[in-house]
């Protein structure tokens, strides 16, 4: 009977990856339960058991002192059974919680198993895992027994057992799938630096080479580009654009873009905003449909994009030229007083407003925060009107006549 108990140990141990030490402690802490039931109120004091791993003898202790062995009755076995199956339930649970603790942001294989309020359970062999709606990639569509490959996002310890969290919409999916697919990232000489992703839509993934004879690029895309569609498979037909890394933000931010083509960019470090020139008929491409392509792009790069035409900037151009003509006793609240504290700071027009910051307007006498911010608001505004082309023809011919009226007198 000893001997059977080692071996049933053992074969758990084998089956369940539980270590032996945790299993008897388990059946330690179960007999002696028993046997506190078995005594009764005779025994007074501490009851404890211990287990000798090498015969598989048991023996009984109270107060550190051994008893003689006793008949443990019906009650006594299956109390004792069914806190051995407790413990090693428990124990079970830890184990695949670590286990799947520890791989967080990796990816696993599973089998569909049911539908639960939209999201799926996936069998994963040890454990049944969740992947809720939200983690779901859009046009991705599952039938029962579908065998599917996830991204573990999360752990988490429940009292019916470790709950284990999916995804299939995660950008580090992409990342994971492209390590398996392309060995110069297993082998650490090409590197992921950044994905961004809208599931079942599109993603953008930046590389980097350490080794310059290394094309990152061509790593990922693989001969004849069977690596990237092996992704893209896997990915259900989501579109991959696979751009080169570099240190050189503009460089960067061209490159994120594609495959529109970039101008110009202008960069303002302080605020990481980036204003981006391109072709009238390049304006579509880089904005993308619903604005996806330049939105991938800001994620990517971590700055924020904005995309302006040549026709536009010009515009823009002669609007800001037209408003530097107007004085800024033409915008709403600026009385006497305060016209003559903004031009006394040196904002003689409405374009000047436009452009500063509501902290330098504050610096003027007079102008609190929320008089800069209107300032500033009603000056946009002005700019805004102006930048039409009826309204700039207006506003011309308006400055024109003006100065031939001048001439005349």
Sequence with gaps: MNGELLTILENIEKEKGIKKEILIE????????AARKNLGKKFEGEVAARLDIETGAIKILVNNEEIESMEMGRIAAQTAKQVIMQKIREAERDVIYEDFNTRIGQITNGTVHR??????IIDLGRTEALLPLKEQSP??????????????????????????????????????????EVPEIYEGIVEIKEVAREAGER????VWSKDEKVDPVG????????????????LQGERIDIIRWSEDTQQLITEALAPAQVQQIQLDTKIKKALVLVEDDQLSLAIGKRGQNVRLACKLTGWDIDIRSQSEMQ???????????????????VG???????????????????????????????????SAEKLIQSAQAVLKEVSSPRKQAERMLDMLQGKDQKTNE
Aim: aromatic share 4%; glycine share 10%.
């Design 26 to 33: 388990a059946v330690e802490s179960a007999i002696a339960s």
């Design 115 to 120: 539908f639960e309020r939209g999201g799926l």
């Design 139 to 180: 046009k991705e569509k599952y039938r029962q027994g579908d065998r599917v490959r996830v991204y573990i996002l999360e752990a988490r310890r429940a009292s019916k057992g470790p709950q284990v969290i999916l995804s299939r919409s995660h950008a580090g999916l992409v990342q994971r799938l492209f390590e398996l």
């Design 203 to 206: 993603a953008k993934i930046a």
């Design 219 to 234: 790593a990922c895309v693989g001969m004849r580009g069977q690596r990237v569609k092996n992704v893209v498979r896997e």
């Design 315 to 333: 515009q823009q151009e002669k609007a800001k030229e037209i408003a530097d003509q107007i004085g800024i006793a033409e915008l709403a609240g």
């Design 336 to 370: 006497p007083k305060t016209k003559a504290n903004l031009e006394a700071a040196g904002y003689l027009k409405v374009g000047q407003i436009a452009e500063a910051t509501v902290d330098q307007l504050t610096k003027v006498k007079g102008v609190g925060q929320k």
